[in-house]
């Protein structure tokens, strides 16, 4: 069974908040944006390492 979920949800477990929309931030929320999708993927990928 598979299912989907929020992004997010892998640092923030249950939350379900939607990745930012960094367009009205300037470049600094650009790069909040990117560190929050990095740390993100690097939780997704130690969950799932053998």
Known sequence: MSRV????????LGK?????DPY???EEGYQEVYDLIDITCD???ARYKH
């Not at 379900?16 to 930012?20: A, F, G, H, L």
Request: cysteine-free; hydrophobic content about 35%; aromatic content about 16%.
């Open 5 to 12: 979920d929020y992004f997010l949800n892998e640092l923030r």
């Open 16 to 20: 379900n908040e939607s990745v930012p």
């Open 24 to 26: 009205y931030g300037g």
């Open 43 to 45: 939780a997704i990928i």
